[in-house]
């Protein structure tokens, strides 16, 4: 082995040398003003922004494939490992952490969105968030849109990787259910479409999760339409209210719902008084394409429990949703969406699962019992309907396999201490009886390492499986055959990525 620091300037000479096309522009190292400051920026979990958090060696900002390809050449040359970031949400750091001396390439610079009214069609480059991508679809036509996450600031890059689920996913599926092609440089710094690339590396990249096959550059997706007006809505139940029952009869109304209507229940324990007395808040929050008298029809025929009025609801552009949905207040300028920056970082734990059958009302009863452990607001729970499209897409058409016959899935996320820690992984396994088994299945773009991980010195097949299957069932087989077809000295790798069936590492 080679001390860092000789490693490190090995690594920037060869970057010189490789490329003097503008590279010593957008490199930075721990010696240069901007480097926390560029290495923070995109930081989404600030659990992993202490002073004990390894730091990479070198960030890469690049202006132009030229570059990745630079980065990816030198990383290989002198044995520095590549973690690449787009938007830096990744739920455990993945992104900009790693216990290996490590680059870190920031695609940040790499976000140009171009929108085709005509096909329907947009090239959007990893770096460019999700509200960029909102953003530019609708200054180009009020009658498109794209089917992906709620939070305008994270990156299409990993968001898409992993699926991407949203609003519209009950009508239109998945994030990647619409990549219809995509620029990828692979670990010998090819450039490939989707007919280079062929179509078990094309299928692999829709879903299999990121840092595993090679840095996607763009995606080339497939837009959806939408009505000229929606109908969002958040009508809040407590206890006192009835949310037990509430809850429980939402589970069954699910089937019943139409596929223009997205519903999620946010669980909370909340203060009622100044005296410190709380009650559990169950939150529906609803996105509906179409306008609020079809709305409520449809809620009086499969949901007439929640009571649901004309007042509650707000009619609106689907643009104009996307930024209600982030939490702006309304009328906020739809320029919000450009902003990369949220106003405050928090530090979180977060788990998922999915569940097929209703919870009783008895086990809802000790879910509000373990919120009352944790002071007010500290931990939230979401429990986000499946069905509609999601049901017709097959388990195996992109790696993401939680399809037919989930009902919704659960995330779990609590802000971070140690004892919250050690309350999310009791109150998960609690869950057991109520949720999918054989495997336990979970949501790869909410990571969670307690899942499993891979060692970084020498993963096993066997031990990969462990967490591989709860995140992919079969198709994780597939994914492997994959990476060892395209990548199999390993190169591109991180606690959750695919490994090659014969690893030299
Ligand atoms: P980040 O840059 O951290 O990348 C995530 C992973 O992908 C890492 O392993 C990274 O190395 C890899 N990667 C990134 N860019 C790559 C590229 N160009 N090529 C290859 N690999 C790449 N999810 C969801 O489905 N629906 C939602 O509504 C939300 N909402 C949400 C809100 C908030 C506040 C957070 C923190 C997260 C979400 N998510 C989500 C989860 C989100 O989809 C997930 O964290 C994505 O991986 C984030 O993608 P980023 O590019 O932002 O992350």
Known sequence: WVASADRHEDFLQCLLYQNSNAISKVIYTPINSSYSSVLEFSIRNGRFNTSATPKPLVIVTPLNEAHIQAVIACSQKHGLQIRVRSGGHDYEGLSYVSVLPFVIIDLINMRTVTVDVGNKIAWVQAGATLGEVYYRIAEKSRALAFPAGVCPTVGSGGHISGGGHGMMMRKYGLAADHIIDAKLIDVKGRILDRASMGEDLFWAIRGGG????????????????????????????????????????????????????????????????????????????????????????????????????????????????TVYFASFPRNTSLDVLLDRSPGSTISFKAKTDFVTEPIPEIALEGIWERLNQLDAQAAQLQFTAYGGKMDEISETSIPFPHRAGILFQIHYAVDWDQKTASWIRKLYSYMTPYVTKNPRQAYIDYRDLDVGMNNLGNTSYKQARVWGTKYFKNNFDRLVHVKTKVDPANFFRNEQSIPPLITSW
């Not at 009505?227 to 407590?238: E, H, M, Q």
């Not at 719902?257 to 007395?277: A, M, P, W, Y």
């Not at 559990?280 to 394409?289: E, G, H, K, N, Q």
């Not at 009571?307 to 509650?312: E, N, S, T």
């Open 210 to 321: 990121g840092n595993t096959f090679g840095v996607v550059v763009a995606w080339k997706l497939e837009l959806v339409t939408v009505p000229p007006t929606v109908t969002v809505f958040n009508v809040t139940r407590t206890l006192e209210q009835n949310a037990t029952k509430l809850v429980h009869q939402w589970q069954s109304a699910i089937g019943k719902f139409d596929e223009d209507l997205f519903s999620r229940i946010f669980l909370s324990r909340v203060n009622t008084s100044q005296e410190g007395k709380t009650t559990i808040l169950a939150a529906y929050t609803s996105l509906f394409l179409g306008g609020v008298d079809r709305l409520l029809s449809m809620m009086q025929q499969s949901f007439p429990q929640l009571g649901l009025v004309k007042d509650d609801c707000i009619e609106m552009s689907w643009i104009e949703s």
